[in-house]
């Protein structure tokens, strides 16, 4: 059965930090999605990663992907209030399949 | 509206009623999905669709149905409401070409009495 697990699946963090959310797979796939979603509000896409050893960075997120351990990585870098959401990383087969999701809390 | 939308936004309707929720997307893309989203289960697929006229089941397809007669349009039908179908669905569209990135419509809040 395919699995998609992400940890940890509550983060806070203090503002200046650097932290990185993990998201496991259990079968083989060179299609990995990472979400982000602020309460109440719908999901927003933040990376699509398509090969192995794929990584991508956007502002202070960078998400890697190494598909020989069935890992991706989003990264965080020096953490601000606004990145506080949750965060979803996402398996592509024929269907779609998300983790659990992190919700992250950036304190002061 | 350009993008991909959603209606209605909220519906409160009773046990045994049938629901649809209406999904247009205005790129043309060649997937749709449907997901439910629940607290504790994070988002589950409940049918895609790879084009018009293909439709396959997802995570939890069990009291739902699809259809997909055109490209922009993929209605989600509930045919005998249950309480356990009370959640926030999201459609979303993903076209074939390039990274594949999928994008979400703005959701619909539905509560089953």
């Known amino acids: 059965e395919l699995k998609v697990e992400q940890n940890p699946l509550f983060l806070s963090m203090q503002e200046g930090k650097n932290y990185t959310i993990y998201c496991n797979y259990s079968?083989?796939?060179?299609?990995l999605y990472w979400y982000r979603q602020d309460p109440g509000k719908s999901l927003e896409s933040l990376f699509v990663?398509?090969?192995?050893?794929a990584v991508k960075q956007e502002g202070r997120l960078m998400a890697s992907l190494d598909t020989k351990a069935r890992l991706s990585t989003l990264h965080i870098t020096a953490a601000v209030h606004d990145l506080s959401a949750t965060y979803f990383c996402?398996?592509?087969?024929?269907?779609?399949?998300f983790g659990a999701g992190t919700r992250l809390t950036v304190k002061p | 509206d350009a993008g991909i939308t959603q209606s209605p936004r909220y519906k409160i309707t009773e046990t045994g009623r049938q629901v649809t929720l209406m999904c247009h997307q205005t790129?043309?893309?060649?997937?749709m999905f449907w997901y439910r989203q629940d607290l504790g289960h994070g988002l589950r697929l409940i049918y895609y669709?790879?084009?018009?006229?293909?439709?396959d089941k997802g995570e939890v397809p069990d009291g739902y149905v699809v259809s997909r007669s055109k490209t922009e349009n993929f209605p989600l039908t509930l045919e005998s409401a249950t309480r356990s179908q009370t959640s926030v669905y999201f459609c979303?569209?993903?076209?074939?070409?390039?990274?594949?990135?999928?994008?979400f419509g703005p959701g619909t809040r539905l509560t089953v009495l």
């Open positions: 979303a569209s993903m076209g074939v070409a390039g990274d594949n990135e999928q994008f």
């Open positions: 790129w043309s893309h060649s997937y």
């Open positions: 079968t083989t796939s060179d299609r």
């Open positions: 669709s790879a084009a018009a006229d293909i439709t």
């Open positions: 996402a398996l592509r087969l024929n269907d779609m399949r």
């Open positions: 990663l398509l090969s192995n050893g």
